[in-house]
């Protein structure tokens, strides 16, 4: 039994942040738990518990498409290893995730002690995947490695500005959901097109979109 851990799960379904946390109370003598159900909120738990041992992380989340939200946390918090539990089943997803920096991968559906299980080899240094994602192919491009670059470059409030330009908000709605001026909301959104090296905010938002078709498998969770 690991000693103590600090852990932040970050899921916005409450029932399943409670069953993940009841799965892994045996694994340690002391266990701390930090909760996050929304990329926004995974920020600010992100940067006030940076001593956190791991972070459990779903790939749908509300402000984060697909891969985004992993690979902003492997950019601005290379300390925190990341964990994927998500209901996606594909093996190339499940790959594709370690390619973008994930520690492991596990699936919803697996049972609560191969959870524990998978936890306590990713604490001792290992990589975990299912057996079904060990043998299957990784088709990640050198686009993509740069798409994740280039979001992982994003401050954290260009990040949200990205994620909603791709939901297809306009500035105002972004400034009124922000409850910052448009006049700000224009000026990310310039940095946002120099840092993703496109012409304009349609391209910004098909360039996020392309990490959300690499975790395309994900099934509503």
């Given at each position: 039994?690991?000693?103590?851990?600090?852990?932040?799960?970050?899921?916005?379904?409450?029932?399943?942040?409670?069953?993940?946390?009841?799965?892994?109370?045996?694994?340690?003598?002391r266990v701390s738990f930090v909760e996050a159900d929304s990329f926004e909120s995974l920020e600010e738990v992100a940067k006030e518990n940076e001593d956190a041992d791991l972070v459990l992380?779903?790939?749908?989340?509300?402000?984060?498409?697909?891969?985004?939200?992993?690979?902003?946390?492997?950019a601005n918090h290379p300390a925190l290893p990341v964990v994927i539990v998500s209901a996606a089943t594909d093996p190339l997803v499940m790959r594709r995730a370690v390619e973008f920096g994930s520690a492991g991968f596990i699936p919803k559906s697996s049972p609560l002690d191969v959870i524990a299980g998978a936890v306590r080899s990713v604490l001792a240094g290992e990589?975990?995947?299912?057996e079904s994602a060990l043998h299957a192919e990784d088709e990640?491009?050198?686009?993509?490695?740069?798409?994740?670059?280039?979001?992982?470059?994003?401050?954290?409030q260009q990040f949200r500005v990205l994620m909603m330009l791709a939901d297809g908000l306009l500035n105002k709605q972004i400034a009124a959901e922000?409850?910052?001026?448009?006049?700000?909301?224009?000026?990310?959104?310039?940095?946002?097109?120099?840092?993703?090296?496109?012409?304009?905010?349609?391209q910004a938002a098909v360039a996020a979109r392309r990490l959300e078709r690499a975790a395309q498998s994900v099934e509503a969770s």
């Open positions: 039994m690991v000693d103590q851990a600090r852990i932040i799960v970050a899921d916005d379904h409450p029932l399943f942040r409670e069953a993940l946390q009841q799965a892994l109370m045996d694994l340690f003598a992380l779903d790939l749908d989340m509300p402000g984060a498409h697909g891969f985004s939200a992993l690979a902003w946390l492997r990589i975990w995947l299912p990640r491009t050198s686009e993509d490695e740069e798409l994740a670059r280039r979001i992982a470059s994003l401050t954290p922000l409850d910052v001026s448009e006049a700000t909301i224009k000026a990310h959104v310039t940095a946002i097109l120099r840092k993703m090296d496109v012409r304009s905010r349609t």
